[in-house]
């Protein structure tokens, strides 16, 4: 297990501004209380403004791909989300040595905004910063039900969102650098991750496929499964 030196999390999580967009996390103070809760979203609970979150939030991404395929921009969606999630966690655990308590009810989303305006943290509640916590603050309170959300209205394969999942935390913990590898090489081994793909020092090769070539002008991503974009007699493996 890895052991980090502990910080109290200050209000603001300001630690994670230096690293970027995808790391910030607004939190305190009660300027987006209106937003819908992650909860709400998981839950398919309708927005006065959005409707169905999900749908609404997918159709966007949809809209910016430029596919007329909901399960690519399902997709997408989602290793966006988790690659936030991540990176807040594995951000505040390095620099603080503790991670905020992400539970969705406390994580309003704004899902017509981009990152990093996208999340607010209505309360900071300080978690140890371990694998087990982290595990269960990203994967089970967060991507288990988003997939059951995302799965209830698109044709998205398990294996696809596990693929993502993993992808998006090794791509989170290159960023970081090599510190943020043992936390990662844990959090692989969580049976929801392990076998998504093989990681060797930073370099990872998963074993499904995001369905990026699919978008308009896209192609594979350097962890894709596939060396080089299927033929349209193959687009059924890519899941």
Known sequence: M??????????????????GGYFVLRAGGAAHGALP??????ENRPSEVYGNLITFHVKKVASVLRTAESRIAASLFQQGLAARLWSVTLGCALAY??????????????PDASTPDDLWLSEVRPLPADAPAIADVVLHAHLEPLAAALRAHHRVAPGLLWGNAASALVGTARQLGPAARPLTAELLAHPLLSGTGTLTGSSFR??????????????????????????????????
């Open 97 to 110: 040595g503790g991670i905020p308590d992400l539970d969705p009810r406390l994580l309003r989303w704004d």
């Open 2 to 19: 890895v052991l980090l030196l502990f910080v109290d999390l200050d209000p603001d999580l300001a630690a994670l501004t230096p690293l």
């Open 37 to 42: 809760t992650l909860a709400q979203a998981y």
């Open 206 to 239: 998963r074993r499904s496929c995001c369905l990026y070539y699919r978008v308009p002008g896209g192609g594979t991503c350097g962890d894709c499964c596939f060396t080089r974009p299927p033929r349209s007699s193959a687009h059924g493996t890519s899941g």
